[in-house]
């Protein structure tokens, strides 16, 4: 029996290592990410801001690897800063509709009856409201710029936080170790803090890594309309909008800021997808 | 429902630091000029008086007008609406019936190459943004290759044709142009794909995924020892349980479709609402924003309805009943 | 006419990795409107073992036999639509589960005469009502276009009956039918089933863990265990006078109405397999060396087929705690 244990061990060590590889990857590149979005100056070879309109929409060069756009600006430092904005701003809205979705959800669930009839109507309206109408409407009100995207994609994306939540309290209530909590004497805040949101977490974490991609996708095409960021930010969405009157003759001006937000959503989605079939 | 979202919007609309007033007359223009555009618009009257003229205005069908093109706003709604729809229901036209078609393929034959080639293509759709898949078609289908127009629809005066309902393709038919009519639908292919690229895999990877689930099922052995051909099990049997969630996530995307359109127009420049709206709100033209914001909201009201009508054709039991 | 109707050589499942084959190595044959039954407890392979003979399995499953055919035709090499042509006009099937047996969404008819060719429909529902009348459903011609929702459990598995017999088969496998079933109504599908195989000359093969249900029906009883063919013998002799240690243990678990009982019921120990000798061997109470270490072969004893080293000495050795059901 020993040697079978020993030979099982061995076997699951290589299974596990097989698997570690893929999530590895998938960690490395995430603090990639994490590393370009709060230390793009490490990575960017050229001033993302800077004019140089004499080498003005130049092709992909060793100096300048995606191109340059019409300003003579590098377009890959311009990636490179721009995952500050658009990723940056997509972990914010997601950071934020989250919180806010969890607690109200959690809130709803924990304590049922009118409060919770009340809390999911306003769920239902938010629920399927178009985000785009919703963007245009604050970007009217407060102002053309990322605040009325960043406000506009949290005010749409936090419902579903909310009702997944709520259903996740809801089938935590009724377990036995809640009702061995409160016989020792636990308050209901203390309840809900330390035991029931913790639970909920992972279904949470889940969605939020694919709310990252989805909300990217979102945030960079209410740019690309002009209702996000404005010039000069190297918003993807919005690099993409500029080079749309360039390209019949600056292929890689609208190629590599779109490419950049397929890499990127594909990377958070599948990290969710990974993260999803391990914990549930 | 659409109440809620009618108000939000008009809320949203009148809460603005800017003054409406001054941005209609333009920078331009002097105070009395400002004081002269206010009143024409009724922008000086109190908050809830131009609440209820709003909604009255709703009810009449006058939903004011627009700044930009000096039209009634429901006059330009009825001229750009069509060119939007003929978009939206080609797309969609094609997303549900290949969605459906591959899912089906793919759960029939899961170790094939077809099956393979679809676990690698469903999932890269949803990560290209719309705009930059249609800028990259365009690039190169329609700008590098020319086979494509590179924007708008069918150009009407160059074909002879009457602008009618503002459907390229309808117009030409009831010109009797074919030639017009196979122009429109040129241009309408590269922005049709643009859309299914983006929504296509969400409906197939579904159709699999329940397909699979249904094939498993005991009444297929059943069918199977009964001597029943496998198609006939696949689509008859299987098939027909499937769709019950396939179409209400159809119902779901026709949402987002509408979504992906008005980036698609303006990459295009198809002449639909799409254009209309982002136009409109370059130009802080309000009326034009409320009257789309009622046209989206009702649209998904309509849509949820029809989904819902759909189920008592699918289930048996609720056809009984009903 | 007197060769039997299905010959069954050597026939092997198993399914993915496994090393422990789901059915293995059994051969048996079914004469002509033979009334058979094969009994186990579940995992004994008895219904892989149906489900095979028509080629039924799933996927994943491995099917390895050096002969079966029937009536003539070779089933391991018959093309997908001989195959079905077999399914639908010779060999009936009836499933155990009638709930998840049929299709919801649509009619008990459409589901009975999708295997028909469209031409046909009208004839063929004409003989489909016939033999729902037979198998005692009222009002056939207006039940044909109901729902499945709309019948109870014993009415489904007649229907289900009804359309097995439509191609005029000449064998009927019947696994588990009564199993889901109230016990009344598990008596009256087990004479209906009874009285079409003695009134058509059909073959009936029933399959069931109960072995007090098919002793009223069946002629000759298989026994079988973890996959393995243990005992094989007409079902009288196999009540009065079991020659496999298994057997033995399953009649006295067995419960049964007479009043003769004093000894308490027999509970088969729940160790698995043993991998090596015989398969039963681990939990048989007069197991020795041999036993371990070389599997019994299948030896004829009169007219039972039985695998085990100790066989004629089953009846003196162990205890006689059951009683012939009768």
Known sequence: MKNLNGEQKLLSKNILKLKNLSVAILYGLIGLIALAVLFPSVFTPHDPYGLDVINRLKAPSLNHLFGTDEGGRDIFSRVIQGARVSVGSSILIVGLSASFGTFFGAIAGWFGGLLDTLLMRVVDVFLSFPYLVLAMALAASIGRDMRSSILALALVWWPGYARMVRGQVLSIKAKLFIRASRSLGATNGNLLLWHVIPHTSRAVAVRMSLDIGYVLIALTGLSFLGLGAQNPSPEWGLMVSNAKSYISVAWWYSFFPGLAIVLIVSLFVSFGDRLSRDYI | MVWASITLTFILSRIIPADPARLAAGMQAGPAQVEEVRRSLGLDKPLFEQYLTYLRGILKFDLGKSIQTRQSVTADILRYLPATLELVLSSFFVIAVFGILFGVLWARFPKSFFSKVMSATSVIGVAMPVFWTGLLLQMFFAAKLGWFPIAGNLPYQEFGVNFVTGMGTVDSLLAGNMTALRESVIALILPVTTLVISQIGVATRLTKATMEVELKQRYVTTARARGVNEWRITILDALRNALNPVVTMLGLQFGWLLGGTILVEVVFSWPGLGLYAFNAFRTFDYNPILAITLVITITFVLMNELVSLIYPVLDPKLRETS | ?326
């Not at chain 3, 004479?191 to 058509?200: A, C, F, G, P, V």
């Open chain 3, 1 to 326: 006419m007197n060769s039997p109707l299905l010959i069954v050589n050597e026939l092997n499942v198993t399914y993915g990795d496994n090393l422990h084959a789901a059915v293995s190595n059994v051969s048996f044959e079914v004469a002509r409107a033979a009334s058979m039954a094969i009994v186990g407890e579940s995992g004994s392979g008895k219904s892989t073992l149906a489900l095979s003979l028509i080629r039924l399995l799933g996927p994943n499953a491995k099917l390895s036999a050096d002969t079966i055919v029937f009536d003539g035709t070779n089933i391991m090499s018959a093309t997908k639509s001989q195959l079905r042509k077999i399914r639908r006009d010779q060999i009936g099937t009836v499933f155990q589960d009638p709930f998840s047996s049929w299709n919801p969404s649509r009619t008990v008819g459409t589901q009975l005469l999708d295997a028909f060719p469209k031409s046909s429909h009208e004839s063929v529902r004409e003989t489909l009502i016939d033999y729902m009348e037979v198998v005692g459903i009222d009002r056939a011609a207006s039940r044909l276009d109901d729902y499945p929702y709309r019948f109870s459990g014993g009415l489904l598995q007649r229907a289900m009956i009804a359309g097995a017999l439509l191609g005029n088969p000449s064998l009927l496998i019947a696994d588990e039918p009564t199993s889901a079933l109230d016990v009344t109504v598990q008596a009256e599908l087990l004479n209906l089933l009874d009285d079409l195989q003695h009134e058509r000359g059909l073959a009936l093969l029933l399959i069931s863990h109960n072995i007090a249900v098919v002793s009223k029906i069946s002629e000759k009883t298989m026994v079988m265990y973890a996959g393995e063919l243990v005992e094989e013998s007409s079902t009288i002799d196999l009540l009065t006078h079991p020659k496999h240690p298994y057997t033995v243990n399953l009649l006295s678990s067995t419960p049964t109405m007479s009043q003769k009982r004093k000894i308490p019921l027999f509970a088969i120990s729940n160790k698995g397999p043993s991998d090596q000798g015989c398969v039963y061997s681990s939990k048989c109470s007069i197991a020795i060396a041999q036993c371990k270490i070389e599997k019994p072969p299948l030896i004829i004893l009169g007219s039972t087929r039985v695998a085990c080293h100790r066989s004629n000495e089953v009846d003196t050795l162990m205890e006689h705690n059951y009683d012939p059901i009768t």
